[in-house]
């Protein structure tokens, strides 16, 4: 098997904060994307106890209708 050189190929070797701003990223990035988790987080939450509330409700009018 042959190997790749890269560099023949114009291909530049990049260090990490190199990669982090060509990739978009940053502290503000990192600001925005956790708040957007967080946001995400708190509404799956939200649904979550609302789902499971009208379940246990019917469930609790189903039993009453039954008795």
Known sequence: MKNLELKELG???????????V?????LSDILVNTLFVALGGVSI???????FVGYTVN???SF???
Do not use: D, R
């Not at 291909?11 to 701003?21: D, F, G, I, K, S």
């Not at 990739?23 to 502290?27: E, I, K, M, R, S």
């Open 23 to 27: 990739n978009g990223g940053g502290p």
């Open 46 to 52: 939200l649904v979550n106890n609302t789902v499971s």
């Open 65 to 67: 209708i039954k008795s």
């Open 11 to 21: 291909v530049q070797e990049m260090n990490a904060n190199e990669m982090t701003n």
């Open 60 to 62: 609790s009018l189903l």
